[in-house]
């Protein structure tokens, strides 16, 4: 089974209606309109970052025998 690689510029744009707000727009495929997408993006940009949290197990969770046997 073969991919088949999309040029965005291949396609032109249709009067379809957004998806979010509903209103009518200029797009290429079905989605959300410019203002929407641009809502979106800001609202939720979050920026990768490192948590220091370790991992305690509770304690009803045991090790397992293979864990527990000597070599």
Excluded at 22 to 35: I, Y
Aim: hydrophobic residues 40%; proline residues 7%; charged residues 25%.
């Amino acid at each position: 089974m073969a991919l088949e690689h999309v040029e965005i510029g291949d396609y032109d744009p249709l009067d379809l209606t957004c998806l979010r707000c509903g209103g009518p727009a200029m797009l290429r495929f079905v989605g959300m309109c410019e203002p929407c997408t641009s809502q979106i993006r800001e609202r939720f940009s979050g920026e990768a970052r490192e948590i220091d949290a370790v991992y305690v197990p509770k304690m009803n969770v045991t090790p397992n025998a293979v864990a527990l046997k000597d070599d």
